[in-house]
């Protein structure tokens, strides 16, 4: 039997980690899981809404950590999540992604001489100014297995000096979960209560430090969506650093953009297929509209998930907010094509990948 912790700790480790569990359920007479919540994020809405839209089951453990800075934040998780590993002695630890929960956890498991598979491995933004690129490239350094959603990654881990036997590429396992949670979005009344009809609207998410840390970029990009939001209704479910932010800097967007709060992963997956069009900075949602098919402008510089840009729908626009403008006009001026062929392996089959690796390592 063997025994394994899986680590989940913000709002995108969820929505990876859901399948993993379910097929480490179904395969329990191999397989032993505990699952732990570090407690990065901790609001209703940024947390147990994803666990009962997800049916994960209640994780066995919560750290408890909430926010703080990188240092404190991921400090806090190690000196919690040690004695966890101490107790529990699992064969391995889990970890997906590249949150403070992901490198804080592999770090803790890798001293304790407990070998790490890190789901999600070998995405680069060579953008060392991005937490999460510190977080991708220190928990890849410590990982065992590397499972890896695409072939750029798995050249990237090559050109770092991981060794080949320890990679092994099994999809993207948030498509999953998409492809699993896609039917039931049928049920979600999320644009009848927005009163927004179906392609006629454009999804806006934005909680890159980068893009709202900062007064003078943060109130460009919200110059920048009011525009849009006269060709079309712009929807922007806020994460609570940006509105936090938004209320700090006396930021009060028009009334033409509509901010609403944090939206489940049922609600949200139900505005997101049904858009004409998404703007984001997240990294899962650059992948979602690929297999979607939704036209997605991604407000960074660069992005680490380039397959978004050569297979699906994703165009980089950088900050610059008269380019967001001109290529929303350009994105909003063609008629979307429903033919569209997703990455090799994006296929709702990836979980079955992970676990037959962790089982075969
Ligand atoms: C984290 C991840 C980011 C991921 C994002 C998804 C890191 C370095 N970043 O960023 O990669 O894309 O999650 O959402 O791990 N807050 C709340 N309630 C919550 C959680 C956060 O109010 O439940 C507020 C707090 O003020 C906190 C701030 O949001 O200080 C930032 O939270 P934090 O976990 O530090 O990072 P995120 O910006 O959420």
Same mark, same amino acid.
């Given at each position: 039997m063997l025994k394994v912790v899986n680590v989940v700790g913000a709002r995108p480790n969820f929505v990876k980690i859901a399948p993993i569990v379910a097929e480490m359920k179904r395969r329990r007479d191999h397989i032993q899981q505990i699952l732990v919540h570090t407690g990065q994020h901790y609001d209703d809405a940024m947390s147990e809404a994803f666990f009962r839209d997800l049916e994960i089951p209640e994780a066995d453990i919560n750290l408890g950590i909430g926010s703080g800075s990188h240092t404190q934040q991921s400090a806090s998780i190690m000196l919690a999540f040690e004695p966890v590993l101490e107790r529990e002695k699992p064969d391995w630890v889990v970890v997906t992604g590249d949150v403070n929960s992901t490198f804080a956890c592999a770090f803790v498991a890798s001293r304790c001489g407990i070998r790490v598979a890190h789901v999600e491995a070998g995405l680069r933004s060579f953008d060392r100014t991005m937490p999460e690129e510190f977080n991708r490239i220190l928990t890849d350094q410590l990982s065992d297995l590397l499972l890896t959603p695409s072939a750029?990654?798995?050249d990237n881990l090559a050109r770092e000096g991981i060794p080949k036997d320890?990679?092994?590429?099994?999809?993207?396992?948030?498509?999953?979960?998409?492809?699993r949670a896609l039917p039931r979005t049928k049920s979600s009344s999320v644009l009848e209560r927005l009163n927004l009809e179906p392609r006629e609207y454009a999804i806006v998410t934005m909680h890159r430090p980068s893009n709202v840390d900062d007064a003078v970029v943060l109130a460009e990009l919200i110059k920048a969506l009011e525009t849009i939001s006269e060709q079309l209704p712009v929807v922007i479910p806020l994460h609570p650093r940006t509105r936090a932010n938004l209320s700090r800097f006396g930021i009060n967007p028009s009334s033409k953009v509509?901010?609403?709060?944090? +939206? /489940?992963?049922?609600?949200?997956?139900?505005?997101?297929?049904?858009? #004409?069009?998404?703007?984001?900075?997240? @990294?899962?949602?650059?992948?979602?509209?690929?297999? +979607? /098919?939704?036209?997605?402008?991604?407000?960074?510089?660069?992005?680490? #998930?380039?397959v978004t840009v050569t297979? @699906?729908?994703?165009?980089?626009?950088g900050r610059d907010p008269q380019r967001i403008i001109d290529e929303a006009r350009v994105a909003l001026a063609k008629s979307p094509s429903a033919d569209h062929t997703p990455p090799e392996l994006w296929d709702g089959r990836a979980s079955k990948r992970i676990v037959d690796a962790l089982l075969s390592s």
């Open positions: 750029d990654a798995d320890r990679i092994v590429r099994v999809g993207n396992v948030m498509i999953d979960s998409l492809l509509r901010v609403i709060e944090p +939206l /489940g992963y049922l609600d949200f997956l139900a505005l997101l297929s049904q858009a #004409r069009l998404a703007l984001t900075d997240s @990294g899962g949602i650059q992948e979602e509209t690929t297999v +979607l /098919g939704i036209p997605c402008l991604t407000m960074r510089e660069n992005t680490e #998930r380039p297979h @699906g729908t994703n165009v980089i626009v």
